[in-house]
C-alpha cells in the first residue's frame, strides 16, 4: 500500500488529503502539492481507522499532549484518564512515554481507546527490555531495537521519536563542549550511554534504510528526535544542537526519497531571542519540514509554572512557522503530571497555538475571537461562556464569584464600563 506522500507524488488526491483539506479550510490540492514536498504530514498508520489530522506549513498549529507510565507510578487507568482528559481540553495527538508495567498492553489499550494520532518512543521499551533480559541498557542489541520499532509500527502507531542524529561524532562534541546539562534526552541519553559503552556507531543512523523501510510499509511517520536538545537556557543553540539538526536535514532528504513522512523535534530550552532564529534555522536545513517544539521554555527559573513558560516559547515558535507544539505541564521538571496538570498543559498549548494561528491565518482563525468579543459587547454571559477556549473553568468561575448578578461581573460591579456606556449612550438618543 503507498504511503500518503507516494500518492501525493503521483498526484493522487487521497480520501485523508481531502479530510484534512476540507478541515482547515484550505484546497485538496494544496494539501496534495504540501504532502509531496514533505511540508505536511497525515501522521496515520495503515492499521488504524481514525479521523485523519494534517500537520505542517500553512496549516493551524497543532498540539500535543505526553501520557505514560513511570516505574514509580505505574497506574494505567490513571493514563487512560490523562488521555481522555487530554483529548477533552484539545490535544490534536497523544505520546505515550511508559517506561512502567506492562509496555505493550499499555501502548495497545491507548490505541484502543482515543481517537487521534498516537505518538511513541521506541528506545524507551527496547531499552526497559533490555536491561531485565540483558543487565543493562547498554547491552542492548540492534535487533533489540528494530524489533520494538516493527512491534510498535504494527500495533498501529501513528508517529515514532527516533533519534537518529545522535552519533558518534556529535557525542564528543557534547563531551568537548563541557555542557552544564549535558544530553537532558532520555532517548539521547539511551543511545549515547550505548554508543560510549560500545564504541559503535548509532545503530537507528547506520541502519536508516530499514528503519525507513519499517515505516514505508505502516506509513508510520518519523519524528526525528532532537535527542540532543539544550536542557537548559545556558546550553541553547550550541555545537552539539546545531550539528544534530545538520543530520536530521540530510535524514529528512533520504526519507523524502523512500516516501516517507517525518517531522523534526525542535530544542526544548531557548531564551525569546533565539527562537525565531531556531524555527528559521530548523525550516531551512530541513526544507520545510514540519518543526515540533517542546515548548520551549523560555526561563529555567518557575517550576511548577512551565507550562505557562512553554507556552510563551510555543506562541513565538508558532508564530515563527512552528507547526506542532508539545504540551509542557506545571510539573515538568518536578514529577509526573496529574490529570489537573496535563488539562492546565494541553489549555496552556492552545493558547499559545491560537495566538500564533491569528498571525499566521488571521482570516480564518480571528472569526472566534470576534464572536467571543461580540458577546462582551453584549453582556452576553452564556454565548461568551461557551465561546471560552476553556468553558468549564470559565462558566466555574462565574458560577463561584458572580452569582446572580445577572448583566455584570464582580469586577466591576455597578460600574461596569460596557453597562454604563451602553445606557449613557441610550439615554443621549432620547
Given at each position: 500500500m503507498a504511503t500518503q506522500m507516494e500518492l501525493a507524488k503521483r498526484g493522487v488526491l487521497s480520501e485523508e488529503m481531502r479530510y484534512v483539506a476540507e478541515?482547515?479550510?484550505?484546497?485538496?490540492?494544496?494539501?496534495?502539492?504540501?504532502?509531496?514536498e514533505g511540508r505536511i504530514i497525515i501522521p496515520k498508520n495503515v492499521a488504524r481507522e481514525l479521523p485523519p489530522l494534517g500537520i505542517g506549513e500553512g496549516l493551524r498549529v497543532k498540539v500535543n499532549a505526553n501520557i505514560g507510565t513511570s516505574r514509580d507510578l505505574c497506574d494505567v487507568d490513571r493514563e487512560l484518564r490523562k488521555a481522555e482528559v487530554a483529548v477533552e481540553a484539545g490535544a490534536d495527538t497523544l505520546m505515550d512515554l511508559s517506561t512502567g508495567g506492562d509496555l505493550d498492553e499499555i501502548r495497545r489499550r491507548i490505541l484502543r481507546e482515543v481517537e487521534v494520532p498516537l505518538g511513541t518512543v521506541p528506545i524507551y521499551q527496547a531499552a526497559v527490555e533490555a536491561q531485565m533480559r540483558h543487565g543493562a541498557i547498554i547491552n542492548m542489541t540492534e535487533d533489540d531495537i528494530f524489533n520494538v520499532i516493527e512491534r510498535h509500527a504494527r500495533?498501529?502507531?501513528?508517529?515514532?521519536?527516533?533519534?537518529c542524529g545522535v552519533t558518534k561524532e556529535s557525542v564528543e562534541r557534547v563531551i568537548r563542549q563541557n555542557r552544564l546539562l549535558g544530553i537532558v534526552s532520555r532517548g539521547g541519553t539511551f543511545l549515547t550511554a550505548w554508543i560510549l559503552h560500545n564504541g559503535e556507531e548509532n545503530p537507528l543512523y547506520t541502519?536508516?534504510?530499514?528503519?525507513?523501510?519499517i515505516a514505508e510499509e505502516y506509513d508510520v511517520t518519523l519524528s526525528l528526535g532532537d535527542g540532543l536538545r539544550p536542557g537548559c537556557i545556558h546550553d541553547a543553540t550550541?555545537?552539539?544542537?546545531?550539528?544534530?539538526?545538520?543530520?536530521?536535514?540530510?535524514?529528512?532528504?533520504?526519507?523524502?526519497?523512500?516516501?516517507?513522512?517525518?517531522?523534526?523535534?525542535?530544542?526544548?530550552?531557548?531564551?525569546?531571542?533565539?527562537?525565531e532564529a531556531n524555527?528559521?534555522?530548523?525550516?531551512?536545513?530541513?526544507?520545510?519540514?514540519?518543526?515540533?517544539?517542546?515548548?520551549?521554555?523560555?526561563?529555567?527559573?518557575?517550576?511548577?509554572?512551565?507550562?505557562?513558560?512553554?507556552?510563551?516559547?510555543?506562541?513565538l515558535a508558532a508564530m515563527a512557522g512552528a507547526d506542532f507544539l508539545c504540551y509542557v505541564t506545571p510539573s515538568e521538571h518536578l514529577a509526573l503530571p496529574d490529570v489537573e496538570d496535563v488539562r492546565e498543559g494541553v489549555i496552556a498549548a492552545r493558547i499559545a497555538a491560537h495566538a500564533a494561528d491569528l498571525v499566521r491565518r488571521r482570516e480564518l482563525h480571528a472569526r472566534w475571537d470576534y464572536e467571543i468579543s461580540k458577546a462582551r459587547a453584549d453582556l452576553d454571559w452564556e454565548r461568551h461562556l461557551k465561546l471560552a477556549l476553556d468553558p468549564v473553568r470559565a462558566r466555574r468561575i462565574r458560577e463561584e464569584r458572580a452569582p446572580g448578578r445577572g448583566e455584570v461581573c464582580t469586577m466591576c460591579g455597578e460600574f461596569c464600563a460596557i453597562k454604563l456606556l451602553r445606557e449613557y449612550l441610550l439615554h443621549a438618543e432620547h
Amino acid at each position: 500500500m503507498a504511503t500518503q506522500m507516494e500518492l501525493a507524488k503521483r498526484g493522487v488526491l487521497s480520501e485523508e488529503m481531502r479530510y484534512v483539506a476540507e478541515r482547515e479550510g484550505v484546497s485538496a490540492d494544496f494539501i496534495r502539492r504540501r504532502v509531496a514536498e514533505g511540508r505536511i504530514i497525515i501522521p496515520k498508520n495503515v492499521a488504524r481507522e481514525l479521523p485523519p489530522l494534517g500537520i505542517g506549513e500553512g496549516l493551524r498549529v497543532k498540539v500535543n499532549a505526553n501520557i505514560g507510565t513511570s516505574r514509580d507510578l505505574c497506574d494505567v487507568d490513571r493514563e487512560l484518564r490523562k488521555a481522555e482528559v487530554a483529548v477533552e481540553a484539545g490535544a490534536d495527538t497523544l505520546m505515550d512515554l511508559s517506561t512502567g508495567g506492562d509496555l505493550d498492553e499499555i501502548r495497545r489499550r491507548i490505541l484502543r481507546e482515543v481517537e487521534v494520532p498516537l505518538g511513541t518512543v521506541p528506545i524507551y521499551q527496547a531499552a526497559v527490555e533490555a536491561q531485565m533480559r540483558h543487565g543493562a541498557i547498554i547491552n542492548m542489541t540492534e535487533d533489540d531495537i528494530f524489533n520494538v520499532i516493527e512491534r510498535h509500527a504494527r500495533d498501529g502507531v501513528d508517529f515514532m521519536t527516533v533519534h537518529c542524529g545522535v552519533t558518534k561524532e556529535s557525542v564528543e562534541r557534547v563531551i568537548r563542549q563541557n555542557r552544564l546539562l549535558g544530553i537532558v534526552s532520555r532517548g539521547g541519553t539511551f543511545l549515547t550511554a550505548w554508543i560510549l559503552h560500545n564504541g559503535e556507531e548509532n545503530p537507528l543512523y547506520t541502519n536508516y534504510d530499514y528503519l525507513l523501510e519499517i515505516a514505508e510499509e505502516y506509513d508510520v511517520t518519523l519524528s526525528l528526535g532532537d535527542g540532543l536538545r539544550p536542557g537548559c537556557i545556558h546550553d541553547a543553540t550550541d555545537a552539539p544542537q546545531l550539528q544534530e539538526l545538520l543530520i536530521l536535514g540530510e535524514l529528512v532528504d533520504r526519507a523524502r526519497e523512500r516516501g516517507v513522512q517525518t517531522m523534526v523535534e525542535g530544542p526544548g530550552h531557548l531564551p525569546l531571542d533565539h527562537i525565531e532564529a531556531n524555527v528559521r534555522l530548523e525550516k531551512t536545513l530541513c526544507k520545510g519540514a514540519p518543526f515540533y517544539v517542546l515548548g520551549p521554555l523560555v526561563t529555567d527559573v518557575a517550576p511548577g509554572y512551565d507550562h505557562i513558560v512553554g507556552a510563551i516559547g510555543g506562541a513565538l515558535a508558532a508564530m515563527a512557522g512552528a507547526d506542532f507544539l508539545c504540551y509542557v505541564t506545571p510539573s515538568e521538571h518536578l514529577a509526573l503530571p496529574d490529570v489537573e496538570d496535563v488539562r492546565e498543559g494541553v489549555i496552556a498549548a492552545r493558547i499559545a497555538a491560537h495566538a500564533a494561528d491569528l498571525v499566521r491565518r488571521r482570516e480564518l482563525h480571528a472569526r472566534w475571537d470576534y464572536e467571543i468579543s461580540k458577546a462582551r459587547a453584549d453582556l452576553d454571559w452564556e454565548r461568551h461562556l461557551k465561546l471560552a477556549l476553556d468553558p468549564v473553568r470559565a462558566r466555574r468561575i462565574r458560577e463561584e464569584r458572580a452569582p446572580g448578578r445577572g448583566e455584570v461581573c464582580t469586577m466591576c460591579g455597578e460600574f461596569c464600563a460596557i453597562k454604563l456606556l451602553r445606557e449613557y449612550l441610550l439615554h443621549a438618543e432620547h
